[in-house]
């Protein structure tokens, strides 16, 4: 079985810490394995993404002394095909369009951070059908639907990661009261939720072990979900421990008192970077 991992950054600023640890961990697991290393750009949000932060994240990947194998993935190059797999799941009566504010929406298409859990939506335009669609709608997964269709026993997920290792069988009643409907897309703004782009390009990639912070643990099961509806395979997951700062806060890419630049100016040598994120 082939063993290939991925490290998927947002171009929105500087590589920290952290991030340093979750490429290093993913890259070193694959080659250990002799597996593959790939590596995308989750550039999705056109007012967030960067391109010219793009080139320094490949360069300070390879001071580390990291490899990937295959072309790099742009999902901004790829907007028109998530969203022609999204309409494959309307004739299944698994989308409706939402209209409500466009802040409330935008917020859920981004990556999640750590300490922010789903916002539960109401349900407001779930009456709605998808032939009262207008431009600007969002599309949203009717979750009840959508478990409905689904096959119990494929929901399911297997962890390796020292926190939550074991399998994890996606509960109904607890995917409705945590996930709810989430957005999946906002037409006329080419953007697409994160949930959605990584499922379709981690099948793309064929990435068979995601290995990330364990602050996306909790997210896992909706895009068990979405794989299960598309058909695709589910991989095995890996959510590491993170990096944190003095305060005991999730390091982010404002924090550039600790990114990978400031660090190799100041003389530090990848062998540093690795000890200082306990590897």
């Not at 300070?60 to 901004?76: H, P, Y």
């Amino acid at each position: 079985m082939a063993f290939i991992t991925r490290f998927a950054p947002s171009p929105t600023g500087p590589l920290h810490l952290g991030h340093a640890y979750s490429a290093i961990l993913a890259h070193d697991m694959a080659r250990a394995e002799s597996g593959q290393f790939v590596l995308r750009m989750e550039d999705t949000d056109p007012d967030r993404s960067k391109v010219e932060s793009a080139t320094p994240i490949q360069e300070e990947l390879r001071w580390l002394g990291l490899t990937w194998d295959g072309k790099i993935l742009g999902q901004s190059e790829h907007i028109s095909d998530y969203n022609s797999r999204l309409e494959t799941l309307v004739p299944q009566g698994l989308l409706y369009p939402c209209s409500c504010t466009r802040s409330d929406i935008r917020s859920t298409l981004a990556a999640p951070q750590e300490g922010v859990v789903f916002n539960v939506y109401p349900g407001t335009c779930r009456h709605r059908s998808m032939a009262s669609r207008k431009p600007g709608d969002a599309l949203r997964l009717n979750l009840a639907a959508a478990l409905d269709l689904a096959a119990t026993d494929k929901l399911v997920f297997i962890e390796t990661g020292p926190a939550h290792a074991g399998t994890h069988p996606i509960d109904r009643e607890k995917a409705l009261k945590q996930i709810g409907d989430v957005v999946l897309s906002r037409k006329g703004e080419d953007i697409v939720a994160y949930f959605l782009a990584a499922v379709l390009d981690d099948a793309r990639q064929g990435v068979t072990h995601v290995i990330r912070g364990e602050d996306l643990f909790e997210f896992t099961p909706i895009q068990v979900i979405l794989q299960h509806l598309f058909g695709l395979p589910t991989p095995i997951y890996h959510h590491h421990r993170l990096i944190r700062d003095d305060q005991g806060k999730r390091l982010a890419k404002r924090d550039d008192a600790r990114a990978l630049s400031k660090y190799r100016a100041e003389g530090a040598t990848p062998a540093d970077i690795r000890r200082m994120v306990g590897l």
